[in-house]
């Protein structure tokens, strides 16, 4: 499936807690904890150094940098756990992805349903149901932006709630034998999947984030990066992060700034310590689920009922990669996706389609595919 995250990326994004916030014209004698090594932490200390700050701890959970960008070596390239697809230009990542020469390809949207290579189990399927579909589907992205950017403030409906009228009513139009339904219903499916992988969410995924979203494009599109993939932005982010500045296996539980400094309390194993540093500003990366579970017990005092508040109410969606690696590929080669319909009485019982609703074909090695 493809994981070009959108909507619930909050890259570079980050929570100050200690008021006044810190900027280019603040004394540089000052001492900034910055929590998480993931893009945002490591982003966050480039800018700071860029702007003469250097008295900065970077407090980091894992026994690495990167977060939710992570890759492992694999073959002749590097296969990415995490982020992978830079999600149109007006992007910082895209900045340095194009800075660094990672930048190989691009792939629009429609593509991944235009081009997708179908496989439908041993009943096959008819091409011109597979071309109505599309002709039913594609448009409603661009028809759910034009809805959104007119209802501006006042789109509290989710994506899922549009598209299962339309797609009923695109049912109603025309009788259907129970084979078209199970076709349509496993297409329906993929294309729900396509959103799960894209945005991170389709049941719950509002409106809003067609109004908000803006990669600077005409249409939307991904940037394919080289087999360093994300890996390359990573090694860029952390060159501007001096090793002993980051404490690794550090955990931070508790954020003490009621007085004049700041103190961080560390778990350790099962003990908790307060780290031998106090601090003048902190700067807080972890992720939104991290704050949901953690927020009203991490600080003190409690941060305000507006932050909190927005804590609860965004949400955001689950995405697990899995890479299947093959002797040689026994798919279409110039297809960028490929489907695999779970259609009742066809192709249930196969373990691609029974747990997968599509597949894209890695750019950098002909006979890996990843969902
Ligand atoms: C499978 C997957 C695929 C994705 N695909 C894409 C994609 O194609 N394109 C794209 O743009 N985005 C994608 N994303 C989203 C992207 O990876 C994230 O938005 C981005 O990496 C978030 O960076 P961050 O620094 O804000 O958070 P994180 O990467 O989560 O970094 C937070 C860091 O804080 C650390 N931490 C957490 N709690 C504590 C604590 N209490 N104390 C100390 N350290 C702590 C964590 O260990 C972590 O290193 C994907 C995400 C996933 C999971």
């Known amino acids: 499936m493809i994981t070009r995250i959108r909507s619930l990326i909050v890259l570079l994004s980050f929570l100050f807690v200690n008021m006044p916030e810190i900027s280019a014209n603040s004394s540089k004698n000052v001492s900034i904890a910055v929590i998480g090594a993931g893009f945002a932490g490591l982003a966050a200390v480039g800018h700071l150094r860029e702007l003469g700050f250097e008295d900065i701890t970077v407090f980091e959970g894992s026994n690495r940098f990167g977060g939710r960008v992570y890759s492992i070596p694999y073959g002749k390239g590097r296969i990415q756990m995490g982020a992978q697809w830079v999600n149109g230009k007006n992007n910082a990542i895209y900045k ?50 034009s809805f959104a950017d007119a209802s501006k403030g006042s789109y509290n409906i989710s994506i899922a709630d549009l598209y299962e009228d339309d797609f009923q009513a695109f049912l109603n139009k025309k009788w259907r034998s129970r084979k078209e339904l ?14 799960e992988g894209e945005w ?20 939307l599109k991904a940037y394919v990066l080289d087999s360093t993939g994300y890996w390359g932005v990573a090694k860029y982010l952390k060159q501007r992060v001096p090793d002993e500045m980051i404490e690794y296996n550090h955990v931070v539980r508790k954020i003490n700034y009621s007085g004049e400094k700041t103190t961080i309390m560390i778990e350790n194993g099962s003990n908790l310590k307060f780290y031998p540093k106090k601090f003048d500003y902190v700067i807080v990366t972890t992720s939104l689920g991290h704050l949901k579970k953690h927020a009203r017990s991490m600080f003190k005092p409690q941060l305000p009922k507006k932050k909190l508040e927005a804590i609860d109410r965004l949400g955001f969606g689950n995405l697990l990669k ?48 990843e969902s």
């Open 96 to 145: 340095i992805a194009e800075k660094m020469g990672l930048v190989v390809g691009e792939l629009a949207d429609d593509d991944v349903f235009e081009s997708a290579n179908i496989f439908a189990g041993k009943c096959g399927i008819s091409e011109t149901l597979v071309n109505e579909f599309y002709d039913f589907a594609i448009p409603l992205e661009e028809k759910y932006t």
């Open 182 to 195: 199970g076709h349509l219903d496993a297409l329906s499916r993929f294309y729900k999947g396509y959103f």
């Open 200 to 219: 991170g969410a389709f049941k719950d995924l509002a409106l809003a984030n067609f109004d908000q979203w803006d990669d600077d494009e005409n249409e």
């Open 322 to 369: 899995v890479d299947l690696v093959y002797d040689e590929p026994w798919w279409n080669e110039n297809s960028s996706t490929l489907a695999t319909l779970r259609v009742k009485g066809c192709s249930e019982s196969h373990p691609l389609m029974s747990h997968f609703h599509s597949f894209d074909a890695l750019e950098w090695a002909d006979n890996q595919i």
